[in-house]
């Protein structure tokens, strides 16, 4: 069985590129402000919040700055070295017994000062405005050079074999989710509970097959998730869960994931309560051969935007471009979407270790939408399919 996390030589071998890349530079050390991309580089998984956390990676040492709520979950990671800490945001004043006083902008100065820094290469140039920080940038803060790198977000875009081990896993329990899902489905039946209950039995499994190594990556949620649209709210791309309960005749677009390890990937179904109409799976077919053309024309060098110049010229030649309103696909990893992107103004091109999500879709305005997503890996030869729930219409049939 796959273990549901990467093996610490992992993090090992990404600060080594860390710090060889920063030796190619003039900067004295690699400072992070985004909480995925500290997760990737060290395991420190922490919520992002208005509270600044800042690692800093020098050619010796690995130094980080928290407010005191993340002080002992930091502390116990092996890749930082020392951890600094201020008690909140905006922090200052006299402070509080036990506690510094210093704001959190002060303890990154501090903590860079103590290191010797006088250049920094940074994920971005200061904290971001995220849940309410509106603090000053690395550059007015700190006595430091900054210049802005997308390293860890580059680097992120190619998989390594144990990444997507993990997210091969996450495959198998979303799969889960969704016959789950499929089963609870009927008529009369809230779309909340649906969902909640396959997510619910899903996530059980996980823990009874996981036991104590699985390490949940997750404020409250579910491990293993799934959830849907119905109805004629399917025609909106990202409509919100609405509070109905299903109808015979009703089209879904539905989704389900699961988190291993930080891990993810990405499965959706157009299903049907009930037979469809002529009209339904018309559309149906046509979204489906959409989708096959994508994954038929993924691979190795192949161009992002040629994946989805090719679903769109299908779109096109058979009449429904005008009810397209999204590319193709996207890079996903440790989140929903990460670079690079399957659009016709992409220049990335496809790579071995590459994890795409395949997702052209027709929305039908006022009526349904129709979108199928599966999860491929490029490899050497060709592609390989993370995901694997039934993809033609009669598997996507619901009968009670």
């Known amino acids: 069985m796959t273990r549901p996390y990467l093996p610490s030589t992992a993090y090992d071998s990404r600060i080594d590129r860390a710090r060889d890349e920063l030796a190619e530079t003039d900067a004295d050390a690699l400072c992070l402000f985004s909480a995925t991309s500290i997760e990737w580089l060290v395991g420190f998984w922490h919520l992002q919040t208005e509270r600044p956390v800042c690692l800093t990676v020098t050619d010796?040492?690995?130094?980080?700055?928290a407010p005191r709520l993340e002080l002992e979950r930091a502390e116990v990671v092996s890749h930082i070295d020392h951890v600094h800490h201020y008690y909140d945001y905006p922090g200052g004043g006299d402070g509080y017994p036990h506690h510094p006083s210093r704001t959190p902008e002060e303890t990154i100065d501090d903590m860079?000062?103590?290191l010797n820094v006088e250049t920094v290469y940074a994920d971005m140039d200061g904290a971001p405005g995220y849940w309410g920080y509106s603090g000053p940038t690395l550059s007015d803060l700190a006595d430091v050079d900054v210049k802005t790198v997308d390293w860890v977000t580059e680097w992120r875009k190619e998989k390594s074999a144990a990444e997507i081990e993990l997210v091969m896993e996450s495959g198998k329990w979303g799969n889960l989710a969704h016959r789950y899902l499929a089963e609870?489905?009927?008529?009369?039946?809230?779309?909340?509970?649906?969902?909640k209950r396959a997510s619910l039995d899903a996530s059980m499994a996980m823990f009874d097959t996981y036991g104590d190594e699985y390490q949940s990556h997750l404020r409250g949620g579910f491990p293993a998730s799934c959830g849907f649209l119905s109805g004629p709210n399917t025609a909106l791309p990202h409509g919100l869960t609405e509070n109905r309960r299903l109808k015979e005749g009703d089209v879904l677009v539905t989704g389900?994931?699961?988190n291993v390890g930080g891990y993810r990937s990405e499965l959706e179904r157009t299903m049907f309560v009930g037979e469809p109409s002529d009209e339904q799976e018309h559309y149906f077919e046509l979204m489906l051969e959409a989708q096959s053309i994508a994954i038929d024309e993924s691979g190795p060098g192949v161009p992002c935007s040629h994946v989805d110049q090719a679903v769109h010229d299908y779109f096109d030649e058979q009449g429904v471009l005008k009810y397209a309103q999204h590319h193709t696909g996207h890079n996903l990893g440790m989140e929903a979407h990460e670079r690079e992107f399957i659009d016709r103004g992409s220049d990335e091109v496809m790579q071995p270790g590459h994890v795409y999500s395949i997702e052209p879709g027709i929305y039908v305005p006022d009526e349904a939408g129709y979108r199928h997503s599966d999860t491929i890996v490029i490899t050497d030869e060709g592609i390989e399919m993370v995901t694997y729930y039934p993809r033609e219409l009669e598997g996507n049939i619901i009968t009670w």
């Open 60 to 65: 010796e040492t690995v130094h980080v700055a």
């Open 112 to 114: 860079l000062a103590e």
């Open 184 to 195: 609870y489905a009927e008529p009369g039946k809230h779309e909340f509970w649906v969902a």
């Open 256 to 258: 389900a994931s699961s």
